[in-house]
């Protein structure tokens, strides 16, 4: 199955790093931080509709989206947070956990991938993973 | 409050059509349906951010959501749903539940509903509405 959240870590590792395995799936920072503090949350199996899960897989998402949101929410103060999933191409289940700020881009639109990222160096990124992860309470 | 989905009926009534009550929110069908059988799924209380909500309306949000996907993807059959909750302005909670099609707007790119509505005769808003009542099973 040609899906680089299953099958290809260096193209998943090109795009955001690995924050914590959470309960039904796994949070990432995304590499590209213009909307600061973005995260996205991956269901850990492979399915590609919210009515593809169980109850209790469904349940166990929304808490983990809920936890990285208030934890994004916490470290970084945005003004509203966005949560979206898309995929009509890359179809794996994952929520782009978008914090929104009223003087950045985009703010009352829908966030856009398809500009200029915002790359940060190694050492930033790995502090706001410590950020987040200090916060993240995983299996409250 | 300034919520036109606490208080503005003649304003919700403008931009989407109510279809059912269900767990712990409201489906509406909106208007411009240039992504056909789009959806709106409207929290019943004014919260503005997912981790506000008690687990237990998580997981009646996340079924209420996962119930209008499934029907619209059994009524229209498109090729993927794609799910939002920005509300930069608006920010009472609700989800866009959007069909996308191969050969419809915005493959592969999020949904955008800033371009030119595609709006319908009340009849085949009622056709629409009929269809997915159908087969959405409220409460199951």
Redesign the interface.
């Known amino acids: 199955m040609c899906c680089y959240y299953c099958n290809d870590e260096e193209k998943l590792n090109s795009l955001m790093l690995p924050i914590s395995k959470l309960r039904t799936s796994t949070a990432y920072l995304f590499r590209d931080q213009k909307y600061k503090g973005k995260c996205i949350v991956v269901f850990n199996e492979h399915k590609?509709?919210?009515?593809q899960?169980t109850?209790t897989q469904?349940?166990e998402?929304?808490?983990d989206?809920?936890?990285v949101?208030?934890t994004v929410?916490k470290v970084f103060s945005p003004?509203?947070?966005?949560?979206?999933?898309?995929?009509?191409?890359v179809?794996h289940l994952h929520f782009h956990v978008t914090p929104?700020y009223k003087n950045g881009p985009q703010?009352?639109?829908?966030?856009?991938d398809?500009s200029r990222p915002v790359i940060l160096s190694e050492e930033e990124y790995s502090k706001r993973i410590r950020e987040i992860k200090l916060l993240l309470n995983v299996g409250e």
């Open positions: 590609t509709e919210l009515f899960l109850p469904q349940l998402f929304i808490q989206v809920a936890d949101a208030a929410h003004d509203k947070i966005n949560y979206a999933i898309y995929g009509d191409v179809s929104k703010w009352g639109m829908p966030f856009k398809d």
